[in-house]
């Protein structure tokens, strides 16, 4: 039983990363209806600042800690900005495929010329906070972990306020629901666009700094499968719903941890993909998603 | 009645390929080797167009196909078959084998594309792409927990079967069936599913046929190729179908332009001898790749190599 618990604390902490991906993934799915595969790579940069900053830091403090992720949300999100700018506003309009490959492409870019700047050899991560344990019961819980859960709760809680209260917010629900109809009534869709990424890669960029603390060996391909595995998420939950997104890393997270601790562990990669497609085949618009109806 | 042109180039293509094996001794063991690359490389294309290029499902796991034909037809030539054949096999008995083993390991990579197929009949674009690279995923991990087949570390020891004559054998019967499908009566059904898939379902078209067609056959070839290339290379592993391998073959198709036939063999050429050429600036290959990726469909959409016409355009 305190197995179990200890588990599911430790696939909380990873799925709340997870859910911290799934949504940059969301939002920029719900408003420009494409995949951002290189989403996965704007997670590594972010761990890459990260670690750089660390370093540059010297000390472990809490104010070292929260530099770090605050310099590694804001180079996620000029760099977010200029990929949309350079690779993909040229796309707006032209078929799902193209800008699908061009997607691939950046990602690809983003790999391999990582992989030439940052060198293709996995390095350690530096610590960012002061790290403590606490036992809880039998439980373990380290304070890496309670930061990775509240960081989470707190950008979620703020991307819903901007969301929900915000001018922009308002706009991007509008653009997000019919982009023509959005521009009639004056919203500057390119201005929406552009933000949406800024705060898709900077959340991307917070995700990657809190998976490295956990998994400190970071290298240039280390973004491929959690961000494979948030997409997953952002679908579970359903794509383009923030609520969702949040509940579909929670749920993949877990069930991630629960199968590495038992005897199917070398499948833990596997899973994710299974669950993607049993959620697309039983229920394509996720769990708390709503059902989209084709218009010709 | 005369004999139809395509089964004339079918026949010549094989006959050219066991010609030209015969005199194979005359040729660079090095250059005879990267001809041979390209022999698989371009049947990977073809098949991959008629998934991607002539059909428009966008497919990101055909590397995952080519592991199921590497691995089963390795399996069949490394332990079924000396079973059947004894110690000191006839070179015929070999060769016999060695085709068994290709076709079992293309049928079922054609069977798992009808399993992939099944999804596309609901999903679309993004989402059909997602899951054939799960897919592909899934078949990686798989591979690599199946200890017998050598797990994580690969399957070698594979006997060297593979020749010139057997890939560009198969190079002609790629190409052959690929555009006798797409140019018949029946094989407009493709072009139409990837053109408006709502519009050739109203005029009473079974989309859903084309779908799992384009991939069963698609993924058999791919299968083929897999078998062909295990026993090229004498050693497999799972990390050697991973993505980056599919998105190669993505690359040739993309290159010579979707649903161009020719094309997509000339991109499957040059992407094959180019990086032979370009030794000393290997290690900015992929840089290269992605970048064109991006430029293409920024600027050249329809293909680097397509110097057709556009199509009417669409409404």
């Known amino acids: ?296 | 009645m005369p004999f139809p042109r395509q089964h004339i180039a079918l026949l010549a293509g094989i006959a050219a390929a066991l010609t030209l094996s015969a005199f194979g001794g005359a040729f660079n063991a090095y250059h005879l080797d990267i001809a041979m690359t390209v022999g698989i490389a371009i049947i990977l294309a073809v098949s991959l167009n008629l998934i991607n290029g002539h059909t428009g499902l966008f497919s990101l796991g055909h590397a995952g196909f080519m592991a199921i034909g590497a691995y089963l037809s390795a399996t069949i030539t490394l332990f079924v078959g000396p079973q059947l054949t004894g110690p000191a096999p006839s070179a015929f008995a070999t060769q016999a084998i060695f085709f068994t083993a290709l076709l079992t390991g293309g049928l079922c990579a054609a069977f798992a594309g009808i399993l992939i197929g099944l999804p596309s009949l609901r999903l679309k674009g993004d989402y059909l792409a997602l899951v054939t690279l799960g897919f592909g995923e899934i078949v990686r991990v798989i591979f690599q927990n199946i200890e017998p087949l050598g797990g994580a570390l690969g399957l070698y020891g594979i006997h060297p079967l593979t020749n010139f004559a057997w890939i560009y054998s198969g190079v002609a019967l790629t190409i052959f069936t690929v555009s006798c499908l797409v140019n018949s009566t029946y094989g407009r059904g493709f072009l139409a599913t990837h053109d408006n898939e709502i519009a050739a379902r109203s005029i009473g078209l079974n989309t859903t046929r084309y779908k799992i067609t384009a991939f069963a056959v698609g993924a058999f070839f791919a299968g083929i190729a897999g078998g062909l290339f295990a026993h090229l290379r004498m050693t497999i592993d799972p990390r050697g179908f991973d993505f980056s391998r599919s998105i190669e073959i993505i690359l040739m198709v993309i290159l010579g332009g979707m649903g161009n036939t020719l094309g997509v063999i000339l991109a499957a050429v040059v992407l094959t001898v180019l990086p032979e050429v370009l030794r000393p600036v290997a290690e900015y290959r992929m840089i290269i790749y992605s970048l064109l990726l991006v430029i293409l469909m920024i600027a050249r959409p329809q293909g680097l190599l397509n110097f057709r016409p556009k199509k009417a355009a669409r409404i």
């Open chain 1, 1 to 296: 039983m305190t197995e179990l618990l200890q588990q599911l604390i430790n696939g909380l902490s990873l799925g709340a990363i997870y859910a911290l991906i799934a949504l940059g993934y969301t939002m920029i799915y719900g408003v420009l209806r494409f995949i951002n595969f290189a989403h996965s790579e704007v997670f590594m940069v972010g761990a890459f600042v990260g670690c750089y900053i660390g370093r540059l830091a010297g000390s472990v403090t809490w104010w070292s800690g929260f530099g770090a992720l605050g310099a590694a949300m804001l180079v996620c999100g000029i760099l977010g900005f200029i990929i949309e700018k350079i690779a993909y506003r040229p796309l707006r309009g032209a078929p799902v495929l193209n800008v699908l490959i061009t997607a691939i492409g950046v990602s690809l870019f983003l790999q391999y010329g990582g992989q030439l700047v940052f060198g293709a050899t996995p390095r350690t991560f530096p610590e960012l906070f002061p790290v403590r344990h606490f036992r809880l019961g039998g439980l373990d819980v380290s304070s890496n972990q309670v930061i990775v859960m509240i960081v989470t709760v707190v950008l979620l809680v703020a991307l819903q306020l901007i969301v929900k209260h915000t001018r922009l917010g308002t706009a991007m629900r509008a653009v997000a629901l019919n982009p023509q109809a959005a521009q009639l009534v004056g919203i500057n869709t390119g201005t929406v666009f552009s933000f949406t990424f800024v705060i898709g890669s900077a959340l991307a960029g917070a995700g990657g700094v809190l998976y490295a603390m956990n998994y400190p060996s970071i290298d240039p391909l280390m973004g491929v499968m959690p961000g494979l595995k948030a997409f997953v998420a952002a679908i579970l939950g359903g794509i383009g719903s923030i609520p969702g997104a949040a509940l579909g890393g929670l749920l993949l997270g877990s069930a991630e941890t629960l199968v590495s601790g038992s005897q199917f562990s070398t499948y833990k990669d596997a899973i994710a993909f299974g669950i993607l497609i049993l959620i697309l085949l039983l229920r394509p618009s996720g769990l708390l998603g709503r059902p989209g109806v084709e218009k010709v």
